[in-house]
T-cell receptor, first 116, second 112 residues
Framework: NAGVMQNPRHLVRRRGQEARLRCSPM?????VYWYRQLPEEGLKFMVY????????ESGMPKERFSAEFPKEGPSILRIQQVVRGDSAAYFC??????????????FGPGTRLTVL | GQQLNQSPQSMFIQEGEDVSMNCTSS?????WLWYKQEPGEGPVLLIA???AGELTSNGRLTAQFGITRKDSFLNISASIPSDVGIYFC????????????WGLGTSLAVNP
């Protein structure tokens, strides 16, 4: 029973390039969340998606960042024209179909982005 | 952005000792979650709390959801070397708001 999968685990980009981070949720999970973690800090929420819908993007920077969760395939977090400040660990979490007001989120191993 | 107050920031203890850490918030949460993160890995869920006053155990770990719904604590009894890691609390307001708000973590070191 595979958990949340993320790839790549490590990604190096030069300033101005694009970064694409992929996330495959746990089997049976239809909700995906992206978080960013800077060194020595907690996680910060970025975006919450269901299949083909963005539900909450209140934590996404207004420019250069976008996310999608298509009907088929993994969720993608895309960062255009990366800058050094984008260097961080990006974590994806998934949860099952919402059946109540609360739901646990299960995390992948993360993608560590380094911008040179 | 919103953040939880988690303390202590770090702890260095002897194997066999008990550990306690807590989180407070200025906002009310409907869910409190405790995660452990090891270097280079993602957070792993330890305990989930859904009701004010709820006390839940998972092996040597015990966590409580504060009555005011603005705080939670995590206890680890009889610590062992593999307890080393960073422990995070996270709160969720619930309803349509499913994002997790995180503390800054408690770094635990255990001396064998």
């Amino acid at each position: 029973n595979a958990g949340v999968m993320q790839n790549p685990r490590h990604l190096v980009r030069r300033r101005g390039q694009e970064a694409r981070l992929r996330c495959s949720p746990m089997k049976g999970h239809s909700h995906v969340y992206w978080y960013r973690q800077l060194p020595e800090e907690g996680l910060k929420f970025m975006v919450y998606l269901q299949k083909e819908n963005i539900i909450d993007e209140s934590g996404m920077p207004k420019e250069r960042f976008s996310a999608e969760f298509p009907k088929e395939g993994p969720s993608i977090l895309r960062i255009q024209q990366v800058v050094r400040g984008d260097s961080a660990a990006y974590f994806c979490a998934s949860s099952p179909q919402w059946t109540g007001s609360n739901s646990e989120q299960f995390f992948g191993p993360g993608t560590r982005l380094t911008v040179l | 952005g919103q953040q939880l107050n988690q303390s202590p920031q770090s702890m260095f203890i002897q194997e066999g000792e008990d550990v306690s850490m807590n989180c407070t918030s200025s906002s009310i949460f409907n869910t409190w979650l405790w995660y452990k993160q090891e270097p280079g890995e993602g957070p792993v869920l330890l305990i989930a709390l859904y009701k004010a006053g709820e006390l839940t155990s998972n092996g040597r770990l015990t966590a409580q959801f504060g009555i005011t719904r603005k705080d939670s604590f995590l206890n680890i009894s009889a610590s062992i070397p593999s307890d080393v890691g960073i422990y995070f609390c996270a709160g969720q307001m619930g309803g349509n708001n499913r994002k997790l708000i995180w503390g800054l973590g408690t770094s635990l070191a255990v001396n064998p």
